[in-house]
């Protein structure tokens, strides 16, 4: 099982006591409950090697911007993690769909949620995601780079949806990925409790990354 063979491995590995947020009962715990196989070098995914380290790869994001201005930023991001996002993708497996819904969880472990304050809005590369993720979490925007840039990787047509949530304004409030599986589109946003739920939107805009 790959279960018995990610244990086995992550009790020889020291990289996960870096991230002491993340037990391995609850992390494994997450993908067995929901019937997805995890990652398989899972346990290598929460370090990455010195040559790709985050360098201040964050951009500031307005909160009065336009969406497309908000969309340039985070694509910005998106394509300064292909080098990170190219070392973990191989560690997903499977179907596409089973990799999408690898992606959901392992994003929704690694990142805690935590909103950022309206004037301080960032977009993060990978590299900067993941060394932050146990310092300062992470909202829809990252995510949202996580999710679209290893997706990316692993050859999964992907695009990013804002949208608005409120009636009387087209400017968007939230950011998730839709990726492409067979002429269907999967939600992936792990800021919802369950893989491919969609939050309530009023307006909405489809970019590519």
């Known amino acids: 099982m790959v279960f018995d063979r990610i244990n086995r491995k992550f009790e020889r590995a020291s990289l996960l006591t870096k991230c002491h947020f993340l037990t391995k009962r609850r992390f494994f715990a997450l993908f067995k ?3 997805c196989e995890p990652p ?3 346990f290598q ?3 990455l090697p010195k040559e790709l380290t985050a360098k201040n790869q964050l951009f500031m994001v307005t909160r009065y911007q336009t969406t497309d201005q908000i969309a340039a930023m ?3 991001a998106i394509e300064q993690s292909k080098p990170a996002a190219d070392y973990l993708a191989p560690n997903f497996g499977g179907t596409q769909l089973n990799q999408c ?3 959901y969880f392992f994003t929704k472990s690694l990142v805690p949620y935590k909103r950022e304050p309206g004037g301080n809005q960032t977009a993060k590369t990978l590299q900067r995601i993941i060394q932050d993720a146990n310092k300062t979490g992470g909202d829809c925007k990252h995510y949202t780079t996580v999710i679209c840039s290893i997706a990316k990787s692993l050859g999964i047509p992907v695009k990013m949806r ?3 949530q409120r009636i009387n304004s087209r400017n968007p409030t939230h950011i998730y ?3 492409n599986v067979d002429g269907k589109e999967i939600v992936i946003d792990p800021c919802m409790q369950k893989f491919m739920q ?3 939107y009023f307006y909405k805009k489809d970019v590519q990354p």
Do not use: G, T, Y
């Open 40 to 42: 398989i070098h899972l």
């Open 45 to 47: 995914i929460m370090a």
């Open 101 to 103: 819904k690898q992606l």
């Open 33 to 35: 409950h929901n019937r």
């Open 162 to 164: 804002l949208i608005s």
């Open 74 to 76: 985070i694509k910005k």
């Open 177 to 179: 990925a839709v990726a």
């Open 198 to 200: 969609q939050a309530r």
